[in-house]
């Protein structure tokens, strides 16, 4: 292993031709001889450039479509040769095998390929298996060969030759392997993920999780906390595929609030303007308009005191007159798919509010997984996609709720889904007007989204709490009648729960004495 490695010969076969004519020139007039295989080859020598193929270096042709070219050991003896073992250097004088000083390789687009919607036989043919194996060889040899296998570093190794007389050092080496390495484990990863999937193994023995670094960020949930961001390649509409139009850059609560926030919004039809405030992760208040203006106002009159600093969500385009009733406030994020030019200048007054724009809604029923470390382990779940439609609730009271109260119970599960457990949402007019989030107790939640109606009451000079004939969701059954009372104690005339509990009788009785129509869903949705 030697610190410094004149890079002399360099072989180059690359999926992802972008930058390739420049970055291969700059090296050609470094003297670096270049060595490639069969489309690389091609547009290098369209290129102008003098190119050795690697048939040529093997005495063998590519066969098998191409899947056969570099598989030889006067590739992977050029890639692998100790130069400071004088029996690897006698092997490579008895064999004809000269050093390979850098390889350049991008694998083939298998990932690109299965996001489209490519069959089995054709994600199959997409799996890459020469070039892994050409970069694992590279990459364990990293004391004599730098392994680049993203258009991202070329600028880098030429900077990097530029520094050291054309030579490279053990620390960029060390680098580029550690890259390296995570690609071939990533590409393995998305292989293996796929065929899971493809062959209907729900929970294989072994899993991967790989992801893309998106951004280094200032630290964690608390300032003492390391953390970054990484992207995990689906393209999933939302913070990671964003663009951030102005403000500093985002903390890892933000995006953990404006993801929270994003993937609510996203439930509700695009053609009816909603809007979701989220903090901590829990909304502290969603309403639908027939404006978005009028959305962002019902909302923050849920829970104005929470709003202050909170994240704010579209489900459509942010508009000028919203922009101006946001920016009343401090809010910390406002994520949309798009935003008018005129509502992009309010927000330029105000500097330190980010504004997200992300092209697209993420489509709240499709599939996926969640991942969550736990000691020693990880929890993988699929992601609760799980939809209630109209006509499948089950009305188990006597009294029947009216079309106005099913609305409002709709509205009210769809936002429950979103707020962590113990989970109580009020809502009228398909806004919410009480939010109990994440408490041990339901009944606790029950009390703490009507004493926030109580609050707000006051704060607008209502007579009454906002709860008062509100229809109410819960994300889990009632275990006990106690928190029928409560609800009712608050003013509600609806309930929407999944039902279940041993005492479901004695609820719906409870209910039924209290005057509340109650609906079953057959479906809960925890949030924790």
């Known amino acids: 292993m030697t610190d410094r490695t ?3 010969r360099a072989l180059m076969s690359v999926s992802d031709k972008t930058g390739l004519e420049d970055f291969a020139r700059a090296l050609a007039a470094r003297g670096v001889e270049l060595l490639s295989t069969g489309g690389t080859a091609s547009a290098l020598r369209a290129a102008g450039l003098t190119v050795r193929d690697v048939a040529e270096v093997t005495g063998f042709p590519e066969m098998m479509d191409g899947r056969v070219k570099t598989l030889h050991p006067a590739v992977h003896g050029g890639l692998l040769a100790l130069r400071d073992n004088p029996e690897h250097v ?25 996001a489209r919607g490519a069959d089995y036989a054709e994600a199959v043919e997409n799996i890459d298996i020469g070039g892994p194996a050409m970069i694992r060889a590279a990459a364990k040899n990293h004391g004599f060969v730098a392994t680049v296998v993203d258009v991202e570093d070329y600028d880098a190794l030429l900077a990097e030759l530029d520094a050291n007389d054309g030579a490279t050092t053990l620390a960029f080496r060390q680098r580029l392997a550690q890259a390296a390495y995570a690609r071939t484990a990533a590409y393995d990863a998305a292989v293996s993920a796929w065929m ?13 999780f790989a992801g893309t670094l998106a951004q280094t960020l200032r630290y964690g949930e608390n300032p003492h906390q390391t953390a970054a961001f990484y992207t995990d390649g689906t393209g999933r ?4 595929t964003a663009r951030q139009w102005q403000g500093k850059e985002l903390s890892y609560n933000n995006i953990n609030d404006t ?4 993937e609510l919004v996203a439930e509700f039809d695009p053609a009816t303007p909603a809007v979701a405030i989220i903090k901590h992760a829990n909304p502290c208040g969603v309403a639908l308009g027939t404006s978005f203006a009028e959305a962002y106002g019902r909302a923050f009159d849920c829970d104005r005191t929470s709003a202050f600093g909170g994240i704010i969500a579209l489900n459509g385009t942010l508009d000028e007159p919203t922009a101006r009733a946001i920016t009343e406030i401090f809010t910390e994020v406002v994520i949309a798919p798009d935003a008018t030019e005129a509502a992009r200048a309010v927000f330029a007054a105000k500097k330190n509010l980010r504004l997200l724009t992300t092209g697209g809604l993420p489509d709240p029923r499709a599939g996926g997984e969640t991942v969550r470390q736990v000691a020693g382990g990880f929890l993988v779940q699929g992601r609760d996609n799980c939809h209630v439609a109209r006509e499948a609730l089950k009305v188990v009271t006597q009294r029947q709720p009216s079309a106005e109260e099913l609305d409002d119970l ?10 962590k457990s113990n989970a109580i949402v009020y809502a009228r007019d398909r806004a919410t007007v009480g939010i109990g989030a994440g408490q041990m107790s339901r009944v606790d939640s029950t009390r703490i989204g009507r004493r926030k109606s109580e609050d707000m009451a006051e704060a607008l ?14 994300d889990a059954f009632f275990p006990f009648p106690d928190g029928i009372e409560a609800l009712a104690a608050a003013g509600a ?3 929407i729960q999944p039902g279940g509990s041993m005492r479901d009788a004695e609820v719906i009785a409870a209910a039924d004495r209290l005057g509340l129509a109650m609906v079953f869903t057959g479906q809960r949705h925890f949030r924790h």
């Open 6 to 8: 004149p890079l002399k």
């Open 90 to 114: 006698a092997a490579m004088d008895a064999h004809g095998i000269a050093p390979i000083d850098l390889l350049v390789v991008n694998l083939y687009p298998f990932e690109a390929t299965v």
């Open 196 to 208: 899971a999937g493809a062959i209907g193994q729900d929970a294989p023995r072994r899993r991967a």
């Open 237 to 240: 509409p939302g913070v990671a």
């Open 259 to 262: 993801d929270a926030a994003f």
């Open 410 to 419: 709709m509205f009210a599960w769809t936002v429950a889904k979103h707020v």
């Open 461 to 474: 000079g209502l007579a009454q709490p906002l709860t008062e004939g509100a229809a109410v969701a819960s």
């Open 493 to 495: 005339r609806a309930v």
